[in-house]
């Protein structure tokens, strides 16, 4: 970025090429007028507004695009179209609403309820995009194995994921997996929905640059290179959240800021993306015992006591590194467990066999049952790599019938 530019011509590249400003107007329960609000914006400087199909600001954007009079090439227009939507269709009512013949951005508002229904979502979108309907398309709320899927099942990138963001709650990993795909992080409730502007250090942090809370929570997102979306209908809150493009936080500041992650949402227990990837693993996870079960005809509690005890009996066999990798490939509620063990010299020369017997409590022949249709379903989940590392720690005996 470069900080000599304005606050107006400041932008981010997707990875498609389009430029998109570094901030924009969010229009989600403005209370007065939406169109008074966006042509404050504009006058202001902003370049983007955010919407929805489902916000009920659409029209007053369109209107305040017209009363304004700017170039429709200079404004980048995000909307968005929902679940449970016919994407294609839900797009040209958006484009009905605002008045426009294109949507800069167009984003699937939420994740559905499967992949294949997701890929219905973004397929129409597509088909749009190839329309001229709209320009580039992404996703919100999504979780880094949705858009995996999408990306798997189309070939077709989002061009950003929209969610929730802000010092009090982001998150490593979805920075990492957006930044190696090319994705911009758009944040919403960037301002926490004002929950937080009170915050004692993010007040230490205003005074020492003499700005507001506000102004250093969208400096923080725009300085990591990620999007903020601040939603304000007060001209002044609204000139006040685009001025900040003439300070810069220094390092330590940052990294301060970094460090006030929570996991905080102003919308739910945690962000929705973060409850979209707890949700998946816990399919996982169900899966996997669903799997035993049907390889052994056990109870669901015996099917996932035994499951824990192969998981518990691996682990222990495995060197601090390959039990690290074994516990990445395995559901959340399996991973505690697998990190969970601290092999002596003693029990990992142990036969994990017996040793699969003691932890479990039960005869030999109820053993190798459980042992064996916990390892099946286990196989079903592991890298082979990862299940050639595990046969290789095996005595002959235990390798004989874990086959
Ligand atoms: N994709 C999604 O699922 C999703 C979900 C939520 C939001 N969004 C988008 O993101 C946008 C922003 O998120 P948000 O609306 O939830 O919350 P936000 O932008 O974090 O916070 C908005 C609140 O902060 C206040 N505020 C704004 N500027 C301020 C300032 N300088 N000083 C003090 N208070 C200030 C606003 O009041 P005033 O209006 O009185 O200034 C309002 O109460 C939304 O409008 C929407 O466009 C998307």
Same mark, same amino acid.
């Given at each position: 970025?470069?900080?000599?530019?304005?606050?107006?011509?400041?932008?981010?590249?997707?990875?498609?090429?389009?430029?998109?400003?570094?901030?924009?107007?969010?229009?989600?329960?403005?209370?007065?007028?939406?169109?008074?609000?966006?042509?404050?914006?504009?006058?202001?400087?902003?370049?983007?507004?955010?919407?929805?199909?489902?916000?009920?600001?659409?029209?007053?954007?369109?209107?305040?695009?017209?009363?304004?009079?700017?170039?429709?090439?200079?404004?980048?227009?995000?909307?968005?179209?929902?679940?449970?939507?016919?994407?294609?269709?839900?797009?040209?009512?958006?484009?009905?609403?605002?008045?426009?013949?294109?949507?800069?951005?167009?984003?699937?508002?939420?994740?559905?309820?499967?992949?294949?229904?997701?890929?219905?979502?973004?397929?129409?979108?597509?088909?749009?995009?190839?329309?001229?309907?709209?320009?580039?398309?992404?996703?919100?709320?999504?979780?880094?194995?949705?858009?995996?899927?999408?990306?798997?099942?189309?070939?077709?990138?989002?061009?950003?994921?929209?969610?929730?963001?802000?010092?009090?709650?982001?998150?490593?990993?979805?920075?990492?997996?957006?930044?190696?795909?090319?994705?911009?992080?758009?944040?919403?409730?960037?301002?926490?929905?004002?929950?937080?502007?009170?915050?004692?250090?993010?007040?230490?942090?205003?005074?020492?640059?003499?700005?507001?809370?506000?102004?250093?929570?969208?400096?923080?997102?725009?300085?990591?290179?990620?999007?903020?979306?601040?939603?304000?209908?007060?001209?002044?809150?609204?000139?006040?959240?685009?001025?900040?493009?003439?300070?810069?936080?220094?390092?330590?500041?940052?990294?301060?800021?970094?460090?006030?992650?929570?996991?905080?949402?102003?919308?739910?227990?945690?962000?929705?993306?973060?409850?979209?990837?707890?949700?998946?693993?816990?399919?996982?996870?169900?899966?996997?015992?669903?799997?035993?079960?049907?390889?052994?005809?056990?109870?669901?509690?015996?099917?996932?006591? %035994? =499951?824990?005890? !192969?998981?518990?009996?691996?682990? #222990?066999?495995?060197?601090? *590194?390959?039990?690290? &990798?074994?516990?990445?490939?395995?559901?959340?509620?399996?991973?505690?467990?697998?990190?969970?063990?601290?092999?002596?010299?003693?029990?990992?020369?142990?036969?994990?066999?017996?040793?699969?017997?003691?932890?479990?409590?039960?005869?030999?022949?109820?053993?190798?049952?459980?042992?064996?249709?916990?390892?099946? %379903? =286990?196989?079903? !989940?592991?890298?082979?790599?990862? #299940?050639?590392?595990?046969? *290789?720690?095996?005595? &002959?005996?235990?390798?004989?019938?874990?086959?």
């Amino acid at each position: 970025m470069n900080d000599t530019m304005t606050a107006t011509t400041i932008t981010q590249q997707l990875h498609t090429g389009t430029k998109m400003p570094a901030i924009g107007l969010g229009t989600w329960q403005i209370r007065g007028s939406v169109r008074q609000a966006v042509e404050a914006a504009i006058a202001a400087g902003y370049r983007m507004i955010d919407t929805s199909g489902d916000y009920g600001s659409q029209p007053g954007i369109g209107e305040a695009l017209i009363s304004n009079g700017i170039p429709r090439e200079d404004v980048f227009i995000v909307s968005k179209i929902e679940e449970h939507d016919d994407a294609y269709e839900a797009t040209m009512k958006n484009l009905a609403e605002l008045q426009l013949d294109y949507v800069d951005l167009m984003l699937i508002h939420r994740p559905a309820e499967t992949d294949e229904m997701n890929e219905a979502l973004w397929r129409g979108l597509i088909t749009a995009c190839h329309e001229g309907k709209i320009r580039d398309i992404g996703v919100s709320n999504f979780s880094e194995a949705q858009i995996q899927s999408l990306i798997d099942r189309t070939g077709v990138k989002p061009v950003v994921n929209q969610i929730e963001w802000s010092p009090f709650g982001w998150d490593s990993a979805m920075d990492t997996y957006c930044a190696e795909k090319g994705i911009i992080i758009q944040s919403y409730s960037p301002l926490t929905r004002a929950e937080r502007l009170h915050d004692s250090m993010i007040m230490g942090i205003a005074d020492i640059y003499h700005k507001t809370p506000s102004q250093i929570l969208l400096r923080w997102n725009v300085q990591h290179g990620w999007v903020p979306l601040p939603k304000s209908d007060n001209p002044a809150h609204i000139r006040e959240n685009i001025d900040i493009f003439d300070f810069k936080l220094d390092k330590k500041d940052m990294v301060a800021i970094d460090a006030m992650n929570e996991s905080f949402s102003a919308l739910a227990e945690q962000p929705i993306y973060q409850l979209n990837r707890r949700e998946e693993t816990h399919m996982r996870y169900r899966q996997l015992i669903k799997a035993v079960q049907q390889y052994s005809g056990f109870s669901d509690a015996e099917s996932k006591d %035994a =499951l824990e005890g !192969a998981v518990a009996t691996i682990a #222990i066999h495995l060197t601090e *590194g390959e039990r690290k &990798d074994f516990a990445s490939q395995l559901p959340r509620e399996l991973q505690d467990l697998a990190l969970a063990v601290y092999p002596s010299e003693e029990n990992s020369n142990q036969d994990l066999f017996e040793q699969f017997i003691e932890v479990q409590a039960v005869d030999e022949s109820r053993a190798k049952k459980q042992l064996l249709s916990a390892w099946r %379903a =286990l196989k079903d !989940a592991l890298s082979p790599g990862q #299940i050639d590392h595990i046969r *290789g720690q095996l005595s &002959d005996r235990t390798a004989k019938f874990l086959h």
